[in-house]
């Protein structure tokens, strides 16, 4: 692989390439993208936003690297910054592969806020961009500690407690007080179009968190099939997120 300090293009295999970034020269060290450099030679790169981490795994030998007719098969767009390939991302479905599914979810979390505006407490949303084959499910349920429980997602038979499935939403909770609530509990995914493919489960993954405040609070990503780990997130940034 050969990369020029301040280009955009570069080479593997002596084919040319491009990238959306370059690399470069600062303080006597040469810093080149994880990504396209840790991709070239074989390896899986994860970015997880919420605790700003990079993850680069391999399998197997990886000092040889590969073909370029691999790495160009499909498309790459960005989404707010998440790449997005649309032969390598996706599964025999077309559905979201459970890796990328759980990389936007995170970006999503880490823009879903509940906060105190003008004396309302209220649930703050912008909704991360993804590729034009799939929407995004947001459930949010507010449960009281007098009894009883306001759900708020785009398909709840109560027309004020519905939210969008995109751009941006501010949804007021008729609470006094924040400690009138007894816990939070936050479904997210990203799934195939209703419109695409007869499939019951549009998803490959779901990010899960509920917080009884005080008292205990979890953040899991849970794939589909079954057959892949959980993903509990124990460094979840809870008090970004809850800010009542």
């Known amino acids: ?65 590969v073909k370029p007719e691999e790495k160009e098969k499909g498309t ?15 599964d025999e479905y077309e559905r979201m592969s459970a890796d990328k599914s759980e990389e936007f979810v995170l970006k999503l979390a880490d823009q879903l806020t509940f906060v105190k505006e003008n004396g309302k407490y209220v649930i703050k949303c912008t909704y991360p961009k993804i590729p034009e084959a799939y929407e995004w499910s947001l459930g949010v349920r507010v449960h009281f500690k007098k009894g009883g429980s306001n759900s708020y997602s785009a398909v709840t038979n109560f027309k004020e407690n519905r939210i969008p499935i995109d751009g941006s939403f501010t949804k007021a909770v008729p609470i006094a007080s924040a400690s009138e609530v007894e816990y939070f509990n936050i479904i997210m995914s990203v799934s195939l179009k209703k419109s695409l493919g007869g499939l019951l489960d549009k998803n490959t993954g779901a990010f899960n968190i509920v917080v009884e405040p005080g008292v205990s609070k979890s953040a899991i990503y849970i794939p589909k099939p079954s057959r892949y780990p959980q993903v509990d997130y124990k460094d979840f940034d809870f008090n970004k997120m809850f800010q009542w």
Do not use: C
């Open 76 to 90: 790459t767009t960005y989404f707010d910054g998440i790449p997005f390939n649309n032969v390598r991302d996706i």
């Open 1 to 65: 692989m050969t990369l020029t300090i301040g280009k955009k293009e570069y080479e593997v295999s002596d084919k040319k390439l491009n990238m959306d970034t370059v690399a470069l020269l600062k303080d006597g060290r040469t810093y080149v993208p994880a990504r396209y450099v840790a991709e070239a030679f074989g390896a899986a790169v994860k970015w997880e936003q919420v605790i700003r981490t990079v993850y680069v795994t391999t399998q197997g030998n990886t000092s040889t690297p």
